[in-house]
């Protein structure tokens, strides 16, 4: 066989109640598949983020298969936008921190999550007023980023670390994640 592969694969993730074809590409399935960074499995959130991730597989030395899980809806949800600077002077980043300005050290949550989840979970925080709630997004779930998300959750030294997933535990990256959010935290 010896062939590298840059099959890219765009589907379709969360629960939109749009039918059934719409709703998972069955992100744990994949990520199941995932050994010896045979594949790149990420859950983007910004139009520059895709951008940056499409033309890093095309100018790679290397080839290999790229998983993209991704909802129709954030090609028109109004806080899924990107600056025209991200895309000409940004590059992928595996892990997005929270935007938002303040102390860090007046956390005292970190909701890591990835995909479409943080902007529902951004609102929420907005209505309810939290300032003491930090969203951190995983982009790329394979390879597994961990010293990245080790620097940023390490920025948050009074705060608990959850995860947070729109799918059933026994769906999504929950079961992946898991012991890797245990490894960035020690």
């Known amino acids: 066989w010896g062939r590298m592969s840059g099959l890219t694969l765009l589907l379709p993730h969360g629960y939109e109640g749009q039918g059934p074809e719409h709703s998972?590409?069955?992100?744990?399935?994949f990520l199941e598949l995932c050994a010896d960074r045979n594949m790149q499995?990420?859950?983007l959130t910004t139009p520059a983020q895709l951008f940056h991730a499409l033309r890093r597989q095309l100018h790679r030395p290397f080839r290999k298969p790229l998983v993209?899980?991704?909802?129709?809806?954030?090609?028109?949800?109004?806080?899924a936008v990107s600056t025209v600077a991200e895309f000409t002077s940004g590059t992928f980043q595996s892990v997005l921190d929270d935007a938002r300005p303040g102390d860090r050290t007046q956390v005292?949550?970190?909701v890591v999550t990835a995909g479409k989840v943080h902007?529902?979970?951004?609102?929420?925080?907005?209505?309810?007023?939290?300032?003491d709630t930090a969203l951190v997004r995983l982009e790329q779930?394979?390879?597994?980023?961990?010293?990245r998300l080790a620097v940023r959750l390490?920025?948050?030294?009074?705060?608990?670390?959850?995860?947070?997933?729109?799918?059933?535990?026994?769906?999504?990256?929950?079961?992946?994640?898991d012991r890797r959010i245990d490894r960035a935290l020690a």
């Open 141 to 147: 779930l394979y390879p597994f980023p961990i010293n």
């Open 154 to 177: 390490r920025q948050y030294p009074n705060a608990d670390v959850v995860w947070c997933q729109e799918e059933p535990e026994n769906m999504g990256a929950w079961h992946f994640v």
């Open 41 to 43: 499995v990420c859950n």
């Open 24 to 29: 998972s590409g069955r992100m744990e399935r």
């Open 119 to 131: 902007y529902t979970l951004r609102e929420a925080r907005e209505a309810r007023g939290l300032n």
């Open 108 to 110: 005292r949550r970190v």
């Open 68 to 79: 993209i899980m991704s909802p129709k809806s954030l090609l028109r949800h109004k806080l």
